[in-house]
C-alpha cells in the first residue's frame, strides 16, 4: 500500500521537522474534535508522519491518516486500505457479519476450512508416502514427462510436499483464532498453562503491542486482541492499549509532556529504530508509551517498549524486546507471526505467499483425480455391466475360459442379457468352478476360447486336467457353448469341442447347438445373442454390442530394425480418439479393423505403452502372405495407412495379462515383437516404483535388432532393470529359452523370493519358454504357478 501511495507516505524535506505535541495540534486544527490515540514517526526524514485516532463508537479500529510532519498538512489516507480491510474480513468470516451474541457462521466456515486443510494435507502425506521414502528424488521431485492423470498427480503429490509445512502452520495456526477451545488447548500443550488474556502491554506486551503503519497495523490488531475479543465477537474494542478499557471513545487530551518523552526517547535510541509509536496519553498521569521496532527485529511485531512520565519525560520503564521462553510460550506470543510466515523474516512472508497462491492448484488436481478415479470405478461397473454376480442360487451360471480376455467380456456381457431379461444370473471364470457347482448347476453356459495348439487357455488347465479325462453324473445339467477360436489355426475351436465332448460323456443336454466364432466375427457372437436373448425372454439386444471402433490419429512410425535380416519391426504410435480419456493398462491389447474395412477381420497388437504416454505404441512385425504381399494388419499399419491419417481401432482388455496385485519381483521374457507387451508393463512398474525387474529378450542380430535399445541400457544402468539378459540367436547365442535353462538357479532364486513370470511374444517362443520352465520346474509346479497366476502370457 505504500508503494502505491508515495505522495502519501513521502515529504519533501522543508527545515526541522515538528514534534508530536505539534503535529497532534495541526492535526487538530484541520480535524476539529479528532481524538488522536498514537502518532508514527520514521527516523527517515522524507517519510510522513501518521496518526491514528480514537475508534469511532461501535467501531473497533481508529482511522489512519497521514501528515506531513514539516508542514503539518493533512495528506489524507493511503491507498487500498479498505480494499485490504475487505479481504482481511474475507479471509477471517468470508465478510459474513456477527449477528449480535450469535455465531459468525463465516468464522465457523473458516475454521471448518482450517479443519479440512489438516486432514487433507495428512491424509495426503499418507497416501503419496513413496515405498522408498529415503530417496529425497520420490519427495520432491516431479517427472514432466508424465502425462494425464500421473502427471497431475506428480503435480499434487510432489508440489503437496513441498507446501505441506506451511499448510499445516497456516492451518493450525488458523484454528487458534476460529475455536477458542483449540488455542486454549494449543497453549495448554505449549505452555502447560490456558491462554492468558493480555491486555495492552504485559510482560509479552511488545510482541503484542501496539501498530505501526499499513499492513503493519492488521498485524497488529489480530495478534494484540488474542481470545478475548474472539468470543465477544467483533466491534468490542479491546486493541490492547493501557487504559483502553472502556474508554475508548473518551476524549483524548492535548498532550501536555509528549514532546518531552519524545525528546529523551530520540536520544535514546539515536535513531535505532525502524519507527515508533507513540500513545497519546489521555491525562496527564498517564505515562507516554513508545513502541518501537528495531532495525534488527526479523518482523514488525517484535515491539520494544519503553515509557515516560508526561510531565516530566523522566523514564519509568525500558523493556527491550526479547523472546519469550521457553519456546511454547514464544509459539504462542508468535502465533500470528507463524501464520502469515513472518516470524521467519521476508523468506518466511515469501513461501508463504508461493503456498497461498498454489493453494488453487491443490483443488484443481485433487478435484481431477477424485473425477478420474470416479470414471474409472465407474468403467469398471459398466465391464461388469452392472451384473449383479453374488447369487450362490444362480439359475444360469456363465463360465468363462479366456486367455486374451476376449471370452471374458463376452461371459458378463451374456450376464447382462439374461439378468435383463430377470434372470438370476452369475459369471465365474472356469479356474473357479469346482464338483459341487457342476453336479448341482442346472445351467450353464460356456465361453470358451481355444489357445496354444488347440489346447485350454492357461487359466483353464487345471479344469481341463482335473474334469475333462472322466465324466461326472450331470445329467441334471443343461449348457450352451460359445467357442471362440480362429480358422487359421488347425484346431479351430478345438477346446470347446472338448469342453463339450465331456459335457455330453457326463449326460448334460445342449439348449442349442455350439456357435464357434472364428476371430470374433461379431455375426457369430449375434447368433448367440439372440439364443441368450430367447432363454431370457428379452427381444432387444442392443446394449449387448461389442464396443465400436473408434478413429486414432497414426501419429508416427519408425523402423526399428533397419538392416535386419528379419522382417520390419516399426513402432507405431497411434493417438487416442479421447486423449486423456481413453483408458487402458499394461497387458491390454489394441484390435484394428485393416484399412477401416468393417468386411474385413480384426487384427490384434500388444500394446507397448501406457495412458501416461500420451499414445499406444505397437510394436509391428511386417507379415507376408505366400505371394509375398503384405499382411492384412501389419501392411496397414506399417505401410499402407498414412502417418497423420485415421485407423479404425479400439482396446481390448486382457484381464490375464495384467500387472500382479503386489508387488513382487518380475521375470519379463520375450521376444522380437514380444517387447510390447513387456514394455508396457516396464513403463507401469516404473511409474509404480516397483522395483526387482529381471527382462529376458532374445532377437536375431544384436547389431540391427536391440528393440528400444536406449530406453533398456538406461533402465539397465539405473538399476530399475536389476537383470537384463539379452540373447541373439543369428550371433550364436541361442534363444530365450536356452537362456533361462542356463540360468536356472537365479531363476529359483527369483520364484522363491515370489516373482511372477510374464511371457510376451510368438507361440514357438512361448512354447519353447515354457517347455524349459517345465523341464526346470516340473509340471506340478508350473501349473501351481498358473493356478496363481504367477505365471501368464500374451503370445500370438
Ligand atoms: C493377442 C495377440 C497379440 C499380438 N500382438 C502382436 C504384436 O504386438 N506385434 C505383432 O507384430 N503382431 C502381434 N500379433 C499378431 C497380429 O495380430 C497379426 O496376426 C500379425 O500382424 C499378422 O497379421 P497380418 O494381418 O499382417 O497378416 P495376415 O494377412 O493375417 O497373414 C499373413 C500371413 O501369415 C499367415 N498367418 C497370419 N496369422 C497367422 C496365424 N495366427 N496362424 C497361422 N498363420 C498365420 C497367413 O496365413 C498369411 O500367410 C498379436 C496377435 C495376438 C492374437
Ligand atoms: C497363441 C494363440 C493360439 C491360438 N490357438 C488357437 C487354436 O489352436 N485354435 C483356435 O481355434 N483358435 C486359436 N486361437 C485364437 C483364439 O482362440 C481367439 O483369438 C479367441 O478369440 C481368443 O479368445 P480369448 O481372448 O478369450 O482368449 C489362438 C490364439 C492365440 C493368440
Redesign the pocket.
Known amino acids: 500500500m505504500d508503494a502505491i501511495s508515495p505522495d502519501v507516505v513521502t515529504v519533501q524535506v522543508t527545515g526541522e521537522r515538528l514534534t508530536p505535541d505539534a503535529i497532534v495540534k495541526h492535526f487538530r486544527a484541520q480535524r476539529e474534535g479528532a481524538s488522536v490515540e498514537q502518532i508514527t514517526l520514521w527516523p527517515d526524514a522524507e517519510r510522513s508522519a501518521q496518526v491514528r485516532l480514537a475508534p469511532p463508537p461501535g467501531e473497533r479500529r481508529g482511522e489512519t491518516v497521514y501528515i506531513n510532519p514539516y508542514s503539518g498538512e493533512l495528506l489524507g489516507k493511503i491507498r487500498g486500505e479498505q480494499f485490504f480491510r475487505t479481504v482481511r474480513s474475507l479471509h477471517r468470516w468470508l465478510l459474513i457479519p456477527s449477528e449480535e451474541g450469535g455465531i459468525n457462521i463465516g468464522r465457523q466456515i473458516t475454521g471448518f476450512s482450517a479443519f479440512a486443510l489438516v486432514f487433507f494435507a495428512l491424509s495426503g502425506l499418507y497416501l503419496r508416502w513413496p515405498r522408498r521414502a529415503l530417496n529425497w528424488r520420490n519427495w520432491f521431485r516431479i517427472d514432466f514427462s508424465l502425462k494425464g492423470r500421473n502427471f497431475y498427480w506428480a503435480l499434487h503429490s510432489v508440489i503437496g510436499t513441498w507446501v505441506i509445512l506451511m499448510y499445516l502452520l497456516m492451518a493450525l495456526t488458523g484454528l487458534t483464532w476460529s475455536y477458542s477451545w483449540f488455542k486454549n488447548g494449543a497453549s495448554m500443550v505449549l505452555t502447560g498453562e490456558p491462554v492468558q488474556e493480555r491486555r495492552g502491554f504485559g510482560p509479552g506486551g511488545p510482541g503484542g503491542g501496539q501498530g505501526a503503519g499499513g499492513m503493519n497495523r492488521e498485524g497488529r490488531a489480530m495478534g494484540g486482541r488474542e481470545g478475548g475479543e474472539r468470543r465477544g465477537g467483533e466491534g468490542r474494542g479491546g486493541e490492547g492499549r493501557p487504559g483502553s478499557e472502556g474508554g475508548m471513545h473518551q476524549e483524548h487530551v492535548a498532550p501536555v509532556a509528549v514532546d518531552a518523552a519524545w525528546a529523551s526517547f530520540v536520544v535514546k535510541a539515536a535513531n535505532n529504530y525502524k519507527f515508533a509509536s507513540v500513545t497519546i496519553p489521555r491525562s496527564e498521569k498517564d505515562p507516554v508509551m513508545i513502541n518501537y521496532v528495531t532495525p534488527g527485529a526479523t518482523n514488525d511485531r517484535q515491539r520494544s517498549m519503553i515509557s515516560f512520565n508526561a510531565l516530566s519525560g523522566e523514564l519509568i520503564s525500558d523493556q527491550p524486546y526479547k523472546p519469550l521462553e521457553p519456546l511454547g510460550k514464544r509459539i504462542m506470543q508468535g502465533i500470528y507471526e507463524l501464520h502469515t510466515g513472518e516470524w521467519f523474516g521476508t523468506p518466511g512472508l515469501i513461501i508463504n505467499m508461493t503456498a497461498s497462491l498454489l493453494m488453487p492448484l491443490f483443488t484443481i488436481t485433487g478435484l481431477l483425480l477424485y473425477l478420474d478415479r470416479r470414471k474409472k470405478k465407474r468403467n469398471s461397473k459398466t465391464a461388469a455391466a452392472g451384473v449383479s454376480n453374488t447369487h450362490t442360487d444362480a439359475d444360469y451360471w456363465v463360465v468363462y475360459a479366456s486367455q486374451?480376455g476376449t471370452a471374458e467380456q463376452l461371459a458378463w456381457n451374456t450376464a447382462t442379457i439374461l439378468q435383463s431379461g430377470g434372470i438370476k444370473a452369475s459369471v465365474k471364470n472356469i479356474a473357479a468352478l469346482d464338483k459341487a457347482t457342476l453336479e448341482s448347476a442346472k445351467k450353464i453356459l460356456f465361453v470358451v476360447s481355444t489357445f496354444g495348439e488347440g489346447e485350454a487357455p492357461d487359466s483353464a488347465r487345471a479344469f481341463a486336467r482335473k474334469f475333462l479325462k472322466s465324466s461326472l453324473p450331470l445329467n441334471q445339467l443343461q449348457y450352451g457353448i460359445l467357442g471362440l477360436g480362429?480358422k487359421?489355426?488347425s484346431d479351430y475351436c478345438a477346446f470347446a469341442a472338448q469342453v463339450e465332448q465331456w459335457l455330453l460323456a457326463s449326460g448334460a443336454s445342449a439348449l442349442f447347438a455350439r456357435i464357434d466364432v472364428d476371430n470374433a466375427h461379431e455375426q457369430s457372437i449375434h447368433q448367440w445373442q439372440q439364443q441368450v436373448a430367447g432363454l431370457s425372454g428379452v427381444t432387444s439386444v442392443t446394449a449387448w454390442a461389442a464396443p465400436e471402433y473408434e478413429d486414432w490419429r497414426l501419429q508416427k512410425r519408425e523402423l526399428l530394425n533397419a538392416g535386419s535380416v528379419g522382417a520390419g519391426?516399426y513402432r507405431v504410435s497411434l493417438q487416442p480418439p479421447k486423449p486423456g480419456n481413453t483408458h487402458w493398462q499394461a497387458g491390454d491389447?489394441l484390435e484394428i479393423k485393416?484399412h477401416n474395412n468393417s468386411e474385413l477381420p480384426h487384427?490384434?497388437?500388444?500394446i507397448?505403452s501406457l495412458p501416461t504416454d500420451g499414445v499406444v505404441d505397437?510394436?509391428?512385425?511386417?507379415?507376408?502372405?505366400?505371394k509375398g504381399e503384405?499382411?492384412?494388419?501389419?501392411?496397414w499399419l506399417t505401410a499402407l495407412a498414412e502417418v497423420g491419417s485415421e485407423v479404425q481401432a479400439r482396446i481390448r482388455a486382457?484381464p490375464s495379462f495384467h500387472a500382479p496385485q503386489t508387488n513382487c519381483p518380475m521375470i519379463l521374457i520375450g521376444a522380437g515383437?514380444?517387447i510390447?507387451?513387456l514394455r508396457a508393463h516396464l513403463h507401469e512398474r516404473y511409474l509404480k516404483d516397483q522395483q526387482q525387474n529381471w527382462l529376458v529378450f532374445g532377437e536375431r542380430q544384436r547389431i540391427h535388432d536391440r528393440l528400444f535399445a536406449r530406453e533398456l541400457d538406461a533402465w539397465k544402468t539405473s538399476g530399475f532393470l536389476t537383470e537384463f539378459d539379452e540373447v541373439y540367436s543369428r550371433d550364436g547365442e541361442g534363444y530365450v529359452q536356452d537362456l533361462l535353462r542356463n540360468k536356472q538357479q537365479q531363476l529359483g532364486e527369483w520364484l522363491d523370493r515370489g516373482a511372477v513370470i510374464y511371457v510376451c511374444g510368438s507361440l514357438s517362443m512361448g512354447a519353447g519358454v515354457q517347455q524349459v520352465l517345465i523341464d526346470i520346474l516340473g509340471d506340478a509346479e508350473l501349473q501351481q504357478l498358473i493356478d496363481t497366476q504367477r505365471y501368464r502370457r500374451?503370445i500370438?
Open positions: 486374451t480362429d487359421r489355426y519391426v491389447i485393416p487384427r490384434e497388437y500388444s507397448a505397437l510394436v509391428v512385425r511386417q507379415a507376408f502372405n505366400e503384405l499382411g492384412m494388419g501389419s501392411g486382457n515383437t514380444g510390447a507387451g500374451d500370438y
